[in-house]
């Protein structure tokens, strides 16, 4: 026989000394002394003396705390007295956790509040009192329930019996008043339903009036051309063709695609026809070199082209399009990396004699040669965007744009290094492009000083309309009080962004206020953060009768009063953006067409 199996000596005498499975706690406490008939006499104890145990009860916790082992009886081993101070802390954590759920577990009951010594009398009551309903009380009166008591509902007057799935009714305090018998119940489960879907309701609705605000747009009722092209865009890669579809509504699917991330190469078929001559996708990320050249072979006619994040544009498929692209004459590309030099010296001699309008943004491998072709072959050139182009290097390169002498429209932003664009390189190109020039984005250019303001600017743009000089934080509130000084050769600026130029204050926006009153429909001052009150009493007396929008988020000195002013001076001004503004809420009136923007006090 296995020995494992073979009985032991002692099995006869009943002293057998097997022992089952034991946790780690039952080892510790059989260590030092505590089992079943201490607990069993403190017990006894706690029961001689009742009438002390409610007062003293915060006391016997206090010191049970600390001494956890007091009012043992005698026969506790000395191993007790003697044991470590990390044992000691250990049995104290273990007690002191257990009376916490012990006592987490009575407060969280919901049928009864009396103590542990009236277990016995709350079964009694709810025995004896089945045959009579118990109502609760006006003065809410501490009683005694559990489950199988019968009572009366809240709301009418059924009779029924607790179980543990009565609704229970409670004041604002949170204490138990009542509860509800099965129709009630239901009844109130339906309110609360109808109540949590009224609040789902209006919080989408706000939700939607934010959303447009934030777009700068009024939430009105769409139409039924909205309509049809929510339902298009929600099945779109069911759609097989959109058919007789105007250019308008062509647009306005393709630009909710591009916002959603939804212009893959399946739906851009519906957007390629071969009698269209302008095409603008504003997401091309998903689409691969393939979908891309699609674009040239089902639309050979293009005259404007237009391709954002088209970062899948290698030099194979704009070589596909320089060689079936004929009649191009204005392309614009945001993030197209993958074209080298001499695809662009390729393309440049073949459209230099055509192209009226070239954009390019992000892109490193537009480089120092790439301007070069440019300047050399594009002569006709009459808007140019250069932005964030990290492989223009040379301090010499945005010089040479100078020798386009037919420019109305340049933007230079964001050089890679702002030493490349100086006082001197923009004062050549002005002297030469400035006569002509409506529009001029200097965006990032930030070692600009008030040299081109005075020198370039006042000197020769004479027929100058938008003017951007964001982060050019150099410009002195001096040296732009000298450009719109006396400033007779221009007839006024229709949009000027002077965000963040920070240097600048009252006495620079009062000599603009002066000049370009009359014509100035836009206006971004945001983070100029000297400004006072004194630029807008300005506005006040002057008045701005075009002003359509303005930004004057994160200046100080706007509050109520600035708001009330820009809604009066400016009666066709529908935008409005506050951000920043803590001063300004909801307690002034505006007139009806006017959206504010950026408002703490507005919740969503």
């Keep these: 026989m296995s020995y494992r199996r073979r009985a032991p000596a002692n099995t006869i005498t009943g002293e057998s000394h097997i022992r089952g499975p034991t946790s780690a706690l039952t080892g510790f406490l059989r260590e030092h002394g505590i089992n079943d008939d201490l607990i069993r006499r403190r017990q006894e104890l706690a029961e001689q003396n009742p009438d002390n145990d409610d007062e003293n009860q915060e006391e016997e916790e206090g010191d049970t705390e600390e001494h956890p082992l007091d009012g043992a009886a005698p026969e506790i081993s ?143 009722f769409p139409s039924l051309q909205d309509l049809c092209v929510k339902l298009i865009i929600k099945y779109i890669d069911d759609v097989e063709q959109f058919g007789d579809i105007g250019t308008v509504n062509l647009s306005k699917i393709c630009q909710i695609l591009c916002k959603n991330r939804l212009l893959s190469d399946a739906s851009l078929q519906l957007f390629l026809n071969p009698e269209i001559k302008d095409l603008e996708l504003f997401d091309c990320s998903k689409l691969n070199a393939d979908s891309l050249k699609k ?105 040479k744009i100078s020798q386009i002498s037919t420019l109305r429209h340049l933007e230079i932003s964001f050089p890679t290094n702002e030493g490349l664009v100086t006082n001197d390189s923009v004062i050549q190109i002005l002297d030469t492009v400035g006569p002509q020039l409506e529009t001029l984005v200097l965006d990032g250019c930030s070692a600009l000083t008030d040299d081109f303001l005075v020198k370039g600017i006042k000197a020769n743009c004479l027929e100058l309309k938008k003017l951007s000089l964001k982060y050019l934080d150099q410009i002195t509130n001096s040296g732009f009080q000298e450009l719109f000084t006396k400033w007779d050769s221009n007839a006024g600026l229709m949009s000027l962004d002077l965000q963040k130029c920070v240097c600048l204050g009252d006495d620079a926006l009062v000599a603009m206020i002066h000049h370009s009153s009359g014509s100035l429909i836009q206006l971004d001052i945001n983070s100029i953060g000297d400004l006072t009150f004194e630029v807008f009493n300005a506005i006040k007396k002057i008045g701005l009768p075009l002003l359509t929008t303005i930004d004057c988020g994160f200046v100080r000195a706007v509050d109520n009063r600035v708001v009330k002013i820009l809604n009066d001076a400016a009666p066709q001004l529908k935008i409005m953006e506050v951000f920043g503004c803590n001063r300004c809420n909801g307690s002034v009136n505006i007139r009806k067409g006017l959206q504010i923007i950026g408002r703490q006090s507005d919740s969503i």
């Design 78 to 220: 000395s191993a007790v007295q003697d044991q470590d101070e990390k044992e000691d802390e250990e049995l104290q954590i273990r007690i002191a956790a257990r009376r916490k759920r012990r006592l987490a577990k009575q407060n969280e009951s919901d049928y009864t509040d009396s103590d542990d010594d009236d277990n016995d009398d709350s079964q009694a009551a709810a025995s004896n009192s089945s045959s009579t309903p118990i109502s609760f009380s006006s003065n809410k009166k501490k009683m005694t329930l559990a489950p199988g008591m019968e009572i009366k509902c809240y709301e009418c007057p059924v009779s029924f019996k607790i179980t543990a799935f009565s609704r229970k009714v409670k004041d604002i305090d949170g204490i138990i008043i009542g509860y509800l018998c099965k129709d009630c119940a239901q009844e109130a489960l339906e309110k609360e339903k109808l109540k949590r879907e009224k609040a789902l309701k209006a919080r989408k609705r706000r939700k939607k009036v934010a959303e447009a605000l934030l777009d700068k747009q009024e939430l009105k």
């Design 295 to 399: 674009i040239a072979a089902y639309c050979p006619n293009l005259s404007n082209l237009s391709l954002q994040f088209a970062a899948r544009l290698n030099d194979n498929v704009f070589d596909y399009y320089i060689d079936r692209l004929d009649n191009l004459t204005s392309l614009h590309l945001n993030g197209s990396f993958l074209i080298f030099d001499d695809m662009w010296k390729k393309f440049f001699e073949k459209f230099g004699k055509q192209l009226k309008s070239f954009t390019i943004k992000n892109s490193y491998r537009f480089t120092d040669k790439s301007i070069d072709y440019l300047v050399s072959n594009c002569q006709v050139l009459e808007s140019l965007t250069l932005s964030r182009l990290d492989g223009v290097i040379s301090p010499t390169s945005y010089g």
